[in-house]
């Protein structure tokens, strides 16, 4: 039987829209910077900052090459010392040493393998719009310029970050527990929240599925995975884990405590609290403790009062954007993390299977845009403040996402119509 032939709707197209032109407002905000002799924001990926004659890279690939050099004291007792504390959780360490090998320092191999990831998974959208009937011209116009004009793809290539792998895991989680195979689902979270811990709050989706040997699976799978990390970082898993808090306290001290000069990239809600805050007497130590509590709770009460209630697609998305949300410290690229379900969102939308009230709809979409466009020229003071844009539109996303729940279509239904 022949496909019907569909369209991708004109609210699905805003999110381009809202993405080519905000960046292309960037580029000439940049130009105009560089012509006048302007600072030029450190935030789009089209050249390169903080260059030194002993580091000509400048911040190029900098997160990666940062971590790069600790990976040849990898099971030592050395592992923690050195320039950068390792700061991430142990099972991250793994992940890294596989990057890393067998190049060692050099980061463009890892950013190559990464393109080469993002091609495949466009192909695979291409496919999906074609198979809900869209012309292949426009599902690969639509695909290929979302990619292209996605600041936060970009951004994460800039920085050669180590979350890449950990939206490929929580990506493909997501699928599973879109295509009901729960069992993969909960391995995949439990590795990605092993890396990052914060994932681990997309374990709460497994308990409105009533999946209870699931949910145990992934906190199971993300026990074994840190214990092993342990093992690795050093030849002790007490001196791996004595390094890890040591690790985690120079971070907090760096990015949680105060307005860190990254501030521009950080669109957790507790870097709007400190920017709004800027200023006045407020402890920012004793703020970003508090924080924690009240963030925790709050989401605890917003996930078993609304959450639980909701559709499917709607949790997967409130849970992705509180994972995004809520940590102390959560640059750009984590915004790729929503890509999974958003695409879901999308071909539902295209193919009819998925539907929202017009208002709505639009909003979403138009928050979409806003969230991974290029933004830089948000500058208050001398300072960026695109990410914080982020937050509110974040923020808005999900507010409506838990106000307003999708309508599932079954598929006969949508024949008929």
């Not at 320092?105 to 890892?110: C, G, I």
């Not at 920085?159 to 990506?171: G, K, Y």
């Not at 970003?288 to 009460?301: D, N, P, Q, T």
């Not at 979409?365 to 208050?380: D, E, H, R, T, W």
């Amino acid at each position: 039987m022949a496909t019907t032939s569909r369209r991708i709707p004109a609210a699905v197209w805003l999110t381009l829209k809202i993405m080519v032109g905000l960046t292309l407002f960037t580029w000439v905000f940049c130009l105009v910077c560089h012509f006048r002799g302007l600072a030029k924001p450190y935030s789009w990926p089209y050249y390169v900052s903080h260059q030194t004659v002993t580091e000509p890279h400048g911040d190029r690939f900098g997160d990666f090459l940062v971590f790069a050099e600790q990976m040849g004291k990898l099971h030592t007792d050395h592992f923690f010392t050195g320039k950068a504390i390792f700061n991430y959780p142990p099972a991250a360490a793994i992940f890294f040493r596989l990057v890393t090998w067998p190049y060692g320092h050099k980061a463009v191999p890892y950013v190559l393998a990464m393109l080469v990831v993002v091609v495949f998974a466009g192909r695979f959208m291409v496919r999906k719009f074609k198979a809900l009937g869209v012309p292949g011209r426009e599902a690969l116009g639509f695909v290929a310029g979302s990619l292209l004009f996605s600041f936060p793809l970009h951004f994460e290539c800039l920085r050669a970050n180590l979350e890449f792998i950990i939206v490929c895991f929580t990506a493909f989680g997501t699928w599973m527990i879109w295509r009901k195979r729960y069992t993969p689902a909960a391995v995949l979270f439990g590795v990605a929240a092993s890396m990052k811990l914060f994932p681990f709050i997309l374990f709460g989706i497994f308990l409105p599925l009533k999946r209870y040997k699931e949910f145990g699976l992934a906190w199971l799978v993300f026990g074994l995975m840190t214990f092993a990390g342990l093992c690795l970082e050093t030849p002790s898993p007490m001196a791996s884990l004595h390094g890890t808090v040591v690790g985690f306290a120079a971070f907090s001290n760096l990015a949680v405590t105060g307005i860190s000069e990254y501030v521009g990239y950080d669109h957790g809600i507790l870097a709007l609290i400190k920017v709004v805050c800027q200023g006045s007497s407020v402890d920012f130590v004793r703020l970003g403790s508090r924080y924690l509590v009240v963030a925790g709770l709050v989401a605890g009460i917003v996930y078993f009062v609304r959450i639980w209630r909701l559709p499917l697609l709607n949790q997967l998305l409130a849970l992705m954007l509180c994972m995004v949300l809520l940590p102390p410290f959560s640059a750009d690229y984590t915004l790729l993390h929503l890509c999974a379900p958003l695409a879901l969102l999308m071909l539902g939308l295209t193919g009819g299977t998925v539907r929202l009230p017009v208002k709505v709809l639009w909003a979403e979409m138009i928050c979409v845009g806003v969230m991974f466009a290029l933004k830089s020229f948000v500058i208050l003071g001398g300072r960026m403040y695109a990410a914080q844009v982020n937050t509110v539109f974040m923020l808005a996303l999900l507010g409506l996402v838990l106000w307003v729940p999708v309508e599932m279509v079954r598929m006969e239904e949508t024949a008929r119509g």
